[in-house]
């Protein structure tokens, strides 16, 4: 269903909201990423990171299996107990050292595992939480598979660079071969009758073309290698998905928390500095002519008729804070007449189509027509726009809400304004907000809700 609406607004919004926002361009190179990667320092530290996986995994796996092994054995006794929680513990350690390297090296940033919480104070509720700490059998998995990789990885690495560095540079050193070696160059065949050298002119150029080649693409196996790396510390050495997901949840119910106290202040603000006041005013006013009456009859009416008045005034700003709380018009018809109602009261012409079978959850239904709300009164107050258009579709499990404007454009929801809030209020819901604004337009603004059922919540 679609309709035009476009009548005076009066919703307030954050400034700033829309308008040129500074943008940051990328650097430009002189050169292809192919051509200057064997010049960058970030592969010479991927290739440090590999040269120290070696001696590191080395020295992981030589722990893990030594401490688990004697662990394991003297289980029998109860000498095991604590030297398998040693173990563990050792390997979460180690395992906040590869943390570091992997930040340092490769620029991967890996929050910490989540913490230990012995259920008392002691040894023996230490050793227990250490063994029953999902993050710490991770790290032991961790040292465990590392040491084979890193032998792999260490001697691709270090083969591919010393073959390539050693062919790119040969028209400079090949003279050593016949002046020490006692051979005309490098032996590339040879058996008890025959051999093949590389001396001639000719093949020594096109030994040095190949080892530029070789050159050129190391460090880009390097950087494939590293990829199994970062794979493995945030796998294994970073917080498990349950725990991201719980740190979420704690961050989405502050939001919401947040949110819900600043509505109350706002309510709280609307009233008493309106109805309230004007409740207060009219009673007085009530007052004044109930002594008058007798008196002045002609004043008393006269305070009465603009008693009247300020009642009227009154319910109205009470229907308006009603419709800030939840609109009466959401319950009883949904999201088509509640956004036509919104866009009725929008400066600019606005298109609503909503295209829904049935009714989402009423907790998400109001979230959604709120997050229209506000981006309406975005287009009203900033945008300089002709037209705007609302729509509003279901697709699989999620409920899909699109404002487009043909306004100025640059809206920036990096920079602290309401789009910032609307995005945190939107996440504390699993949603999303997506901004498309190029300066001078059009603004596109997408947001993404979980789609639950009106059913299954009533």
């Known amino acids: 269903m679609a309709t035009e609406y476009g009548q005076d607004h009066g919703f307030g919004g954050g400034p700033g909201l829309l308008g040129d926002a500074g943008r940051t361009h990328p650097r430009r190179h002189r050169l292809p990423a192919g051509l200057r990667a064997p010049f960058e320092a970030r592969s010479w530290r991927e290739f440090g990171h590999v040269l120290l996986g070696l001696p590191i995994g ?6 893990a299996v030594t401490m688990v092994s004697l662990g394991a054995g003297l289980l029998v006794t109860f000498l095991g107990v604590p030297v398998l929680a040693a173990a563990l513990a050792g390997c979460r350690g180690l395992g906040a050292m590869e943390r570091a390297r992997a930040r340092a090296l490769l620029g991967l940033r890996v929050g910490e595992p989540e913490p230990l919480r012995p259920a008392k104070r ?67 065949y040879g058996d008890e009758t025959h051999a093949v050298f590389l001396d001639n002119p000719f093949e020594i150029t096109v030994t040095a073309l190949v080892g530029l080649l070789v050159t050129l693409a190391a460090p880009w196996v390097v950087r494939a290698l590293t990829v199994v790396d970062r794979l493995l510390v945030i796998g294994l ?23 819900a106290a600043a509505d109350l202040r706002r309510i709280e603000r609307d009233l008493h500095d309106g109805a309230q006041a004007r409740l207060v005013g009219l009673a007085m006013d009530l007052g004044l002519a109930k002594e008058k009456l007798k008196e002045d009859p002609d004043a008393a009416a006269r305070m009465v008729d603009e008693a009247h008045g300020e009642v009227k005034t009154a319910l109205q700003e009470l229907r308006d804070l009603a419709r800030g709380i939840h609109p009466a018009v959401l319950t009883d018809r949904g999201l088509d007449a509640a956004l036509s109602s919104v866009a009725s009261r929008c400066p600019v012409p606005v298109r609503v189509e909503v ?8 907790a998400i239904e109001g979230i959604a027509y709120f997050t229209v709300s506000e981006l309406l009164q975005n287009v009203g107050k900033h945008a300089r726009a002709r037209s705007a258009a609302v729509e509003v579709w279901r697709a ?22 309401g789009l910032t809030g609307l995005a945190e209020r939107l996440g504390a819901v699993d949603g999303i907000l997506a901004v498309d604004s190029p300066a001078g337009g059009p603004t596109r603004v997408t947001a993404e809700l979980p789609w639950r059922d009106a059913l299954t919540t009533r």
Request: proline share 6%; charged share 15%.
């Open 58 to 63: 080395i020295l992981l796996f030589t722990y």
């Open 122 to 188: 002691g040894a023996m509720s230490w050793m227990g939480a250490v063994l029953k700490s999902g993050s710490s059998w991770r790290s032991l998995l961790y040292a465990l598979l590392h040491m084979p990789w890193a032998v792999f990885s260490f001697s691709v690495a270090v083969v591919m660079w010393s073959c390539a560095l050693t062919m790119l540079t040969y028209p400079l050193w090949f003279w050593v071969l016949p002046a020490y070696a006692g051979q005309s160059g490098i032996q590339l």
């Open 237 to 259: 050495l970073g917080p498990s998905p349950l725990a991201t997901r719980v740190v979420e949840l704690e961050s989405d119910r502050g939001v919401v928390v947040d949110t």
């Open 355 to 362: 295209d829904l079978a049935e009714r989402p959850a009423s």
């Open 396 to 417: 699989g499990d999620r409920l899909m809400l699109q404002v487009v404007d043909d306004g100025v454009g640059g809206a920036d929801p990096s920079g602290g304004s």
